[in-house]
């Protein structure tokens, strides 16, 4: 890669507008985030949020007290929804869902707001607050007939004009139930002072409607205050027109008790409500959950101030630079490397150069890698061009000789007798094996080197290698000997084991003197078989020993024909064991001998 680098394409320009993209999408997010917190702080401090909720539960309170079901309610929620934009739920005690006006499957909020029961906690008065007792909207059997209304309406109108006689004004307003109430201008009930001309007594005598519910009350409670053992006398319970505006009843314990007391009172008040409810319970919904999620409807504005906004932006600003500034220091030291590290690799392929690690990140990593790529480059380099030389002299010599004598041949100078053809036959077929140890090895290298695996005896095997180098240990006067521990076997190409253990023979009788012994063994090992070729010859020095599978290394640097051969034999055994997923190794001590090990995945005896 060569020219320069636009700059929009430059790895700091990039960090740089990459960290200040993110410092802005910060700011802004955390400008927004303190806004709308703010927002809705200030919302509920003033008490929306809680209104919106109690007139939810008022309204559905309502629906509750005055429906025998929650059937239609459907309608009313979705409509509470879209005035207060929030999330509005019933669902049963067990969670089933009545009405919804979020899309089916939404999960429901961990908790509940409130629970919906007309005859129990959580009712609704008329100052908007939660109580607990019965809604007073629920009416029942109470409810009074329309010729009772009309009649208790123009009661309520003479009390009215009688109470105006006297200065008091008051309004006539009528009860859930239809039973017309009496209120002064401050929104009180007219009960505090009655003049004795309006106290006739006749608005507040109970009609047929509500003295045939009152008597069913009353034959609901008496089993009760039975067996609390208090004195039932008829009639127990008593019209009154208090507080609530409602039709409610009250136990007139001075009069209809033996043993009046505040304990037997609380007990009848239980029996009266238990009995109360159980009247009430088929003309109201059943108990219901309200859950109320957020809204994102008619929120409340939240308008800075000059001085803050240009406080929000003076901050925002010096965020902004120090990320830029931090990020600019930041980049350029971790460019710089990387610019050294591209400087390094636009150099021509002949030149080795190296860059100094000044780090211990991940650039400097990558600084070392680099460093290290270079040297095995120049390793490999090396080898090559020696590799080349190797092989010319390799091939050079041969021909060499076989052009000399096939020149002389030619002039007449010698005769073509059979001890010539001889040589020459020796010098092609060193050619020959030059040639196909190159093959080999370029078939290792290549991956495409074929192997015919089979079940192999290992006793067997080493007799074999033994066998076709025994003539050749003869002659050397070298003991060749073969020990087997047991009765090891391999699923392996016989023919490459025969050529990798034939090369360490060959080597191991090249350079054992007279006298001395090469040893063909072996092995189990756990899962493994191993196979040794030791001998007790010249040994290899500690230097020398890494590079003995390398390809045409030798220790004798003169490449002489007597001490060694081509320099491919070990490198052949190397990959011919690899091939069989196995490893070669080598140990030597100087003056001792060398042992060769070659260790192979185990097969199960035949």
Partial sequence: MSGRIPLRKRLLVRLLIASGLIAVCSVAATAWLAVETTTRALREEQGQVLAEDMDVLARLSAYAATHPDWRGVQAMVRQLSA???????????????????????????????????????????????????????????????????????????????????????TTVVRTPSGRPVLKEEDGTLAGGYVPDECADGLLNTPTPTEKKALDA??????????????????????????????????????????????????????CLDDARR?????????????????????????????????????????????????????????????????????????????????????????????????????????????????????????????????????????????????????????????????????????????LHPEPVRCDELLDQVAAAHRVAADTAQVALRTAVEGKPWLDADPVRL????????????????AGGTVTLAARHDGHDVVLEVADTGTGIAPEDLPHVFDRFWRAEKSRSRRTGGSGLGLPIVRHLIAAHGGTAEATSEPGKGSVFTLRLPGAPAR
């Fill in 498 to 513: 025969r050529q990798a253990l034939g090369n360490l023979v060959s080597n191991a009788l090249r350079h054992t003197p």
């Fill in 217 to 270: 009350l009353s034959e609901r409670a008496r089993d009760c205050l039975d067996r609390q053992g208090l004195d039932f006398r008829s009639p127990l319970f008593v019209m009154v027109d208090v507080t609530d505006q409602s039709l409610r009843t009250r136990y007139v314990m001075g009069k209809f008790l033996k043993q009046p007391d505040a304990d037997a009172g609380r007990r009848a008040q239980a």
């Fill in 83 to 169: 005035k207060t934009g929030r999330r509005i739920a019933l669902t049963t005690t067990d969670r089933r869902t009545i009405a919804d006006s979020a899309r089916p499957g939404t999960s429901l909020p961990p908790r509940a707001a409130a629970t919906v029961d007309p005859l129990g906690t959580d009712t609704y008065s008329e100052r908007g607050a939660q109580r607990g007792g019965i809604d007073p909207r629920v009416v029942g059997p109470y409810r009074l007939t329309a010729g009772e209304r009309t009649g208790l309406t123009k009661l309520a109108e003479a009390r009215r004009v009688c109470f105006a006689r006297y200065g008091i004004e």
């Fill in 278 to 450: 159980a009247q009430l319970d088929p003309y109201v919904a059943p108990v219901a959950q309200l859950f109320l999620g957020g809204g994102d409807t008619a929120a409340v504005r939240f308008d800075m101030s000059p001085a803050n906004k240009a406080k929000v932006v003076g901050t925002a600003g010096l965020v902004l630079a120090v990320t830029v500034a931090v990020t600019a220091v930041i980049a350029t030291r971790l460019v710089r490397p990387l610019r050294a590290l591209t400087a390094a690799a636009q150099q021509p392929p002949e030149r080795h150069v190296r860059v100094p690690v000044t780090t211990r990140d991940e650039t400097g990593i990558l600084a070392a890698a680099f460093n290290e790529l270079t040297e095995r480059r120049e390793r490999l380099e090396a080898q090559r061009k020696a590799m080349v030389s190797d092989i010319a002299h390799e091939l050079r010599s041969p021909l060499t000789n076989i052009r000399g004598w096939l020149e002389v041949t030619r002039d007449g100078v010698v005769d073509p007798d059979p001890a010539l053809l001889a040589s020459l036959h020796d010098e092609a077929l060193v050619l020959q094996r030059v040639i196909d140890d190159l093959r080999d090895l370029a078939d290792a290298d290549a991956g495409t080197l074929r």
